[in-house]
């Protein structure tokens, strides 16, 4: 069976964490996009859930909650978990990412410091919600520090630069339990970014499985069509759902669109449905 391309996208982002555009803008963008459903994906953070559904609700668009988690990982690259159908208020994640919110206040205090820039300036460039690098680069922009946001990124905001600081993490095991726990759905966020050969990557994924991970994003918005065959033969091989999005992120990620990703993303809805079936009952 064939798909229409460019169905749901399960990966955005907004400025309640580190998107330019507005949590309502998200699924007005989606629409017009040709979507039928948009995730929007906030890291450590569920503030922009009602306002994008209302929107939604506007354009004719289903909006999925979810966060985006970043996680303990010892290998290279970086590990981040998609949880998807946790609403805002109390609960075992809900709560964790209370703490973790306040964790990275506490970075970019530190972040600041080391760049030189008034820590008021950086919650000003966020709207005052959800601050991090990417708007700590817009400011380096801005000051003529560097060039562009990758520039930035390059010479003072990545891992190993003068202004990285390293995030609390939670573990693999934890996150998928939380999210267990709160109703969610545990997804392993663009694979790649582990920056592990083929053998090591189908190994770790595996692992994830075992702990009960419920899908990996094979679709995402930079990926050639041979890295997302190759990932959904993976998720096939371990009985994941083969999700996807396009990490929308606005100006910070200018290439990244919602629905679109960078021009040729193709998720089907039959990713959502199967998606629901691995949620927990009640």
């Not at 629409?31 to 953070?45: E, F, I, K, Y």
């Not at 999925?64 to 949880?83: K, N, R, Y």
């Not at 990285?164 to 999210?179: C, I």
């Not at 997302?228 to 091989?237: F, V, Y």
């Amino acid at each position: 069976m064939t798909y229409p391309a460019r169905v749901i996208d399960l990966h955005t982002h907004s400025t309640v964490s580190d998107g330019s555009d507005p949590p309502e803008r998200i699924p007005e963008l989606a629409a017009a996009a040709g979507c039928t459903a948009v995730a929007l994906t906030d890291h450590d953070r569920l503030d922009g859930i009602e306002a994008a559904r209302a929107a939604a609700a506007s354009a004719g668009v289903e909006l999925v909650p979810g966060c985006e988690l970043s996680c303990t990982w010892d290998g290279p690259g970086a590990m981040h978990v998609l949880v998807y159908f946790v609403e805002p208020g109390p609960g075992p994640l809900q709560d964790e990412l209370v703490r973790l919110q306040e964790a990275r206040d506490r970075r970019n205090e530190v972040m600041c410091a080391r760049l030189g820039l008034p820590y008021a300036d950086l919650l000003a460039e966020a709207s005052g919600m959800g601050a991090g690098r990417p708007h700590a680069a817009a400011l380096l922009v801005r000051r003529g520090v560097v060039g562009s946001i990758q520039e930035a990124f390059d010479v003072w905001l990545a891992k190993g630069r003068p202004g990285y600081v390293e995030k609390e993490r939670l573990a693999p095991a934890d996150a998928v339990r939380l999210a267990t726990a709160s109703g969610g759905v545990a997804v392993l966020a663009h694979p790649l970014s582990l920056a592990l050969e083929p053998a090591a990557l189908a190994s770790v994924v595996r692992g994830l499985a075992g702990l009960g991970f419920g899908g990996m994003e094979c679709a995402y918005g930079r990926y050639s069509p041979e890295e997302r065959a190759g990932l959904l033969a993976l998720a096939d091989e371990l009985g994941l759902v083969a999700t996807g999005g396009s990490d929308h992120h606005g100006t910070y990620k200018p290439d990244l669109r919602v629905g679109v990703g960078t021009g040729d993303l193709d998720v089907p809805d039959a990713a959502l449905d199967a998606l629901r079936e691995r949620a927990p009952a009640g």
